[in-house]
């Protein structure tokens, strides 16, 4: 098996990839409860911590809470004034989360600067762990992906989810949710129907097995979960690919139910209010107190005088 380092650097294709080396020195953390405690204002869930600071959106992940393994870079907005640029913001975050093989990819986007980084040493093991794509954390489905080398990081929508597009473009994207503590379902995107043997293809693909359900198994449970069509089920692990009118989904049976309905959540929240860098806090102005220096014998005689003249 390849190194996953590698095999990034095939899905990846001619994308921007840089080494990065911690060479900022400063505060540092080794668990995600450091990184919070680091920032003013951040929004932590789960397995990942958010935070706004410099106009940069920082999203950072991790599978147990402790390392964090990738990192989501973003613009607040379009034309956004940073005062570090996207690969000095980055290196300050790898070198506070001490990384020890960081690696980036920047995203095309026309309108924002964005860029995911991992650290190739904590993905690889990760892929070498990981069971299926819904094995657990979502940065463990993602370890798999990119281990896998079918599927690329194409985007990362508004709301956290990443789309991953195949290297041989067969009209199939995936959407997934990075928020969860335990990544239980993904949703299918673009052109293609996933049929019976289409999804059977894709579920292979994300590591789950084949159909071991027949069709009148599958119409049960697409009554109970009230969709259009269970497409695939695999009884062993629990999970199915369904259709609720245009929109399909595969994963845990509940989590594409909910997913199908819309009530699967999932998103990831950047704090509105920004954070200054740990350890460049912004410290308010001391105004020192003028103090009177005491007067001589002599001089509080002269002006005990001056004062009884002035009467």
Known sequence: MAPLHHSILRVILLAFI?????????????SLAEVEKLFSNTNAVGNHVCVTTDNWQIAMFSHNKEKVGAVFISETGKNAVHEYSMNAIASRVANLVQMNSPVIQELENKNTQEAIM?????????ADETEHVFSGSPLEGMA??????????????PNGWLLWKTVKKSGVELLMPMAPTK?????IVGRRRMNEHAAEV????????S?????????????????????????KRNIIGAYQDNRFSIGKRNSVAHMLANRYGGTIIYPSQHSDWPGEEKKDEVVEEVKEKPLTPVEAREAYINLLRGL
Request: proline letters at 1%; one cysteine or more.
């Open 202 to 209: 894709l579920a292979r693909k994300l590591g789950i097995g």
């Open 118 to 126: 991992i650290d190739a040493d904590i993905m690889e093991t990760l």
């Open 144 to 157: 798999y992906l990119l281990q896998d080398g079918y599927f690329y990081i194409d985007s990362i929508r």
């Open 211 to 235: 159909n071991t359900a027949d069709s009148i198994t599958r119409d049960a449970v697409c009554k109970q979960i009230d969709c259009t069509e269970v497409s695939y089920m695999n009884t």
């Open 18 to 30: 840089a080494l990065l080396c911690p060479a900022v020195e400063g505060q540092t953390a080794s």
């Open 183 to 187: 990544l239980s379902a993904v949703e």
